[in-house]
């Protein structure tokens, strides 16, 4: 449990989307209303009930659903290590709000059809906006091949994407499609949302009350040539070899460029897989640790 906990330093507005869905989505099914939590058009246009819209962007309708968008949620805070919590909570409350307004427009055009009378609850258009930059910014580090297929190390989300999308078929298909469009708009800069950012009050209570868990403790390090936290150990010298320490190897070209396309130097990325023993999760945290000094 200890690494899921610290897998969230340095993304608390991640750590509060995961806290917000996992709670709410266990509060309304032990209630057994969450089968009620997808808005439709009787919700919001007739009955005016816009309460709805809140529990319905955080909260999930099953359990399968629940497990496979906190796991990709959590793997996505890769992206709030890489722009930052402030410009990060910009990226969820825009791609939030596009995707909520894009479901209620669907609702209102579809309303005569049949096609759909409620869209599914749950995260779905900040997960599947996140898909945009995951495709085109994460680079591939390894390949293989199971059964005669070909498999690279993002398949496996890619797979995960997949079940969430189609999880509840047109109820669910609808609000992801609308994430990839909203996660689409933010890569396109509209209206210049890129460059927006949180007021600082708002990022503080975060940074406050989510960056860090009750008992953590900071790491010690203090710059790339410093000496290394504790939890990745010393740096093996070449002459300890002989004393049963392996000897230092060289990153590979495919972690080195993974951290750069992460706004990292090249030379910092190096050592910093050098030290985390080409753990990229521990390079991150050694790099955010530097730049934060």
Known sequence: MQGG???????????????????????????????????????IIT???????????????????????????????????????????VFCLFT????????ILSLVVLKDTN???TLASGPYGLIFASFVPFFLDIPVTSRFRIFGLNFSDKS????????????????????????????????????GIRKMKIPQAISSFFARYFASSPGSTPRPSRSLVGNAPSQTGRVPQQNQSSAGFAPIVEPPE????????????GNDARQALM????????????LLEAQSR
């Open 275 to 286: 030290r985390a023993r080409n753990d990229i999760n521990v390079a991150t945290n050694i």
């Open 156 to 191: 496996f989300i890619y797979l995960a994407g997949l079940q969430l999308l189609l999880s509840s078929w047109k109820r669910s298909l609808i609000p992801g499609v609308f994430g990839l469009v909203a996660g689409s708009l933010y890569r396109l800069n509209v209206l």
């Open 5 to 43: 906990v610290s897998g969230f330093q340095n993304a608390p507005v991640t750590r509060a989307v995961v806290l917000a869905s996992g709670l709410l989505s266990v509060v309304f099914s032990a209630q057994r209303r969450a089968r009620t939590l997808g808005i439709s058009y009787q919700d």
């Open 47 to 89: 009955d005016f009930r816009l309460w709805k819209i809140f529990p319905s962007v955080f909260a999930f309708q099953s359990t399968p659903e629940l497990m496979f968008g906190l796991y990709l949620l959590y793997y996505f805070r890769v992206f709030e290590r890489q722009i930052g919590s402030n410009k990060y909570s």
């Open 115 to 117: 096609y759909i009378s």
């Open 96 to 103: 939030i709000t596009v995707s909520s307004l894009l479901e």
């Open 254 to 265: 495919s972690s080195v460029a993974m951290l750069v396309s992460m706004g990292f130097d």
